[in-house]
């Protein structure tokens, strides 16, 4: 007999093996609105089955924090159970001989500390408060709460036009949103835990390209009132077109020649073609909306006459100004933001970069997106440089691949240090100081820390700088606007504390994020000015939802979008992703699970058919 054997994973460890990737898909795609506290004791026995039984605190402590939560639960605790629930927390922590035991405490401690109130009143009033308005998650999780099973099962009857419609209803960024939304609804899709998540963002392009044109629903009766929207972005437009169905008597003033925004001006053609962006603002201005182009408050009328002239102000400038590197070097000619760049491209103004080489610094998708276009503008190299690990840059990770994919090259751990230039003043490298990955810092993610390494040259002809944006508020800081960390000051109803009839709303208040984040920031806008003015107008459609149906859906791949096969990159700004075809589109609408219907959908409500 041999005294040692090749092991093979039991049947019981493979089995288990696939049950833990069961159970992280379904932890990932948890829907919001669970109760807490009952999800922390869940954790914790999940916890506790992991213990080696070595140490006392893990395998005894735990269990004992898991009668004392029960009792939460159960009602039977009281104010010094949850003051016992935290102290043996914070022991174990600090006396658990491991990870096991000591990050299990933690999980409890932080949610003691996080959400005591919800301890408190379960214990106090046997009642759960973390009741939700959106029970559906796809629904939830969109910023704007776009009905998504309900254009979803649209689509899978061939019913695109009424797809869009019901769209709108929450979004009259369709098109726009369809090309480049950042899907943050498919996180946390149900089917995660049957699969993967339904690809909502592709079947909302099947519906947008297979959809015919539509009137715009009916307009409430003129309510005399008016309203100014300052910036001709997705935020302001939003707020333009519910304002306008609400009967009120809507002005844009943009300083550009043409509208939309960063998404004319920012993201470039080949991710969202301009004829795809015209339709949404087409539709938009079709409900009869005046407007104003190449008119810059503050330069060619001030802040103080708009707010003088309009019952209502909504500022939705968004984040135009670049952020500077503030190093050596850095006013060099060729050195560039990567706003600057994209907007002259959205200006018809594109550089040439045949045979240069092009350095990117950065790690969010303003930077793929600059990265790209480059490529795309002749450069003979692009490298874009970050500080951190790439799977710490912030762009989305599709976005990264498709950029190496592309031939470009991301150096991570590469911190720039300064600009070299020539005689002339033109760029001829960027130094950067090599770096190594080190602690956690306090937003959860870990930090570089310099290397004991030399600096390193990178020889290039133009430095892209796409480090982030900025907000231009200065013309609205003279009527009492008023800006923290760079951003304009306004409550959650979008109303500008102190100034009686103006609203801000958009990237200039979030800081740069995204067309869904400012379409609901112009939807929450447009509500409460409503409200402000005197009324209560409602915004609903009358889009008939298929029913749902009991059916079979056995596990299947998602559909993924594919690029369109290219030779060569250069000058080709053409869309590069192709949509569905009828039948993916089928199979992948075909894929919802109807939470509207089954599950928590239908106990909470359903769906919200009008706001
Ligand atoms: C390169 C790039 C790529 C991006 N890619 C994506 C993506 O793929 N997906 C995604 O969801 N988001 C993306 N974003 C973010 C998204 O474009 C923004 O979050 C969104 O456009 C913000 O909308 P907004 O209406 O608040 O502001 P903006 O779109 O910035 O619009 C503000 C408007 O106000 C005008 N304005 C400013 N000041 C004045 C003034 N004083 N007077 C008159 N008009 C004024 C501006 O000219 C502009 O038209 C990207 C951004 C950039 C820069
Ligand atoms: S707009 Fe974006 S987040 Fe909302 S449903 Fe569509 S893809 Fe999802
Ligand atoms: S399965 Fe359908 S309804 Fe449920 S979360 Fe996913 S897209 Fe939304």
């Known amino acids: ?88 927390a914070r022991v174990i922590a600090d006396s658990a001989d491991c990870a096991i035991g000591y990050e299990a405490a933690h999980m409890v401690l932080k949610g003691v500390r996080g959400f005591r109130e919800d301890f408190e009143e379960h214990a106090f009033h046997g009642r759960c ?58 996180a946390q899709c149900r089917r995660r835990m049957v699969d993967d998540a339904v690809n909502i963002c592709g079947l909302k392009r099947f519906a947008v390209d297979h959809g015919e044109d539509t009137p715009v629903p009916e307009k409430a009766p003129e309510t005399g009132k008016t309203v100014a929207i300052i910036g001709g972005g997705p935020g302001g437009l939003t707020a333009a077109y519910y304002l306008t169905l609400m009967g009120h008597k809507v002005t844009v003033y943009e300083q550009r020649p043409k509208l939309g925004g960063m998404l004319r001006y920012g993201i470039p053609d080949y991710r969202l073609p301009q004829e795809v962006l015209d339709r949404d603002i087409d ?30 102000v909504y500022i939705a400038i968004g984040a135009h100004n670049d952020k500077k590197l503030g190093l050596e070097g850095e006013t060099s000619k060729n050195v560039v933001s990567a706003v600057e760049l994209l907007r002259g ?26 990265t790209r276009t480059a490529l795309r503008l002749g450069a003979e190299s692009v490298t874009c440089v970050y500080r951190r690990r790439v799977e710490d840059m912030t762009a989305l990770a599709e976005e990264i691949e498709e950029a190496m994919a592309e031939g470009c090259q991301i150096l991570p751990l590469q911190a720039p240090a300064r600009i070299e230039a020539d005689e002339n003043g033109c760029v001829t490298a960027l130094w950067t100081r090599p770096q190594h990955i080190g602690p956690y ?3 959860g993610r870990p930090k570089p820390v310099a290397a004991d390494a030399p600096e390193f040259r990178i020889p290039c002809d133009y430095v ?117 075809t009828l039948e993916e589109a089928q199979q992948e609408a075909g894929r919802c699970l109807r939470c509207d219907h089954f599950g928590y959908g239908i106990f909470k409500g359903g769906r919200n058919t009008e706001w």
């Open 1 to 88: 007999m041999s005294r040692l054997s090749i092991e093979t994973p039991g049947r019981a460890q493979t089995v288990l093996g696939g049950l833990h990737r069961d159970m992280g898909r379904r932890i990932s795609a948890s829907q919001p609105g669970l109760c807490p506290v009952d999800m922390s004791l869940n954790f914790l026995r999940l916890c506790h089955a992991q213990t080696c039984g070595k140490c006392v605190p893990c395998r005894v402590g735990l269990s004992q924090l898991a009668d004392l939560i029960e009792q939460v639960l159960d009602r039977t605790a009281t104010k010094e159970t949850i003051d016992l629930i935290e102290a043996t």
């Open 129 to 186: 408060i973390c009741a939700l308005s959106h029970p559906v998650p796809c629904v939830s999780v969109c910023p704007a709460h776009v009905d998504v099973p309900g254009y979803v099962a649209l689509v899978r009857e061939g019913r695109y036009s009424d797809a869009v419609r019901l769209i709108r209803k929450d979004n009259p960024f369709p098109s726009a949103c369809a090309y480049v939304c950042e899907h943050p609804c498919e």
């Open 283 to 312: 539709y938009i201005l079709s409900a009869g909306i005046a407007v104003h182009t190449g008119v810059s408050i503050g330069k060619d009328l001030t802040m103080a006459d708009i707010q003088r002239s309009f019952d209502a």
């Open 345 to 370: 491209i959205g200006e018809g103004k594109a550089p040439d970069f045949t045979g240069k080489k092009v350095c990117v610094v950065g790690g969010g998708n303003v930077s793929m997106d600059a």
């Open 441 to 443: 810092g306090s937003d």
């Open 464 to 580: 892209i700088v796409a480090i982030g944006q900025a907000i231009e508020a200065k013309p609205f800081e003279a009527v009492g606007v008023t800006t923290q960390r760079g951003a304009i000051q306004a409550d959650l109803s979008s109303a500008v504390p102190g100034l009686d009839n103006v609203f801000a709303g958009g990237d200039a208040v979030s800081g740069p994020a995204t067309v869904i984040r400012a379409v609901a920031a112009g939807k929450v806008a447009a509500d409460n000015i409503d409200a402000y003015l005197g009324f209560d107008h409602k915004i609903h459609t009358d889009v008939e939802i298929p029913p749902a149906h009991l059916t079979n859906s056995p596990p299947c791949g998602r559909v993924n979008l594919k690029n369109r096969h290219l030779d060569c990159y250069c000058g080709d700004f053409t869309l590069l992703k192709e949509g569905m």
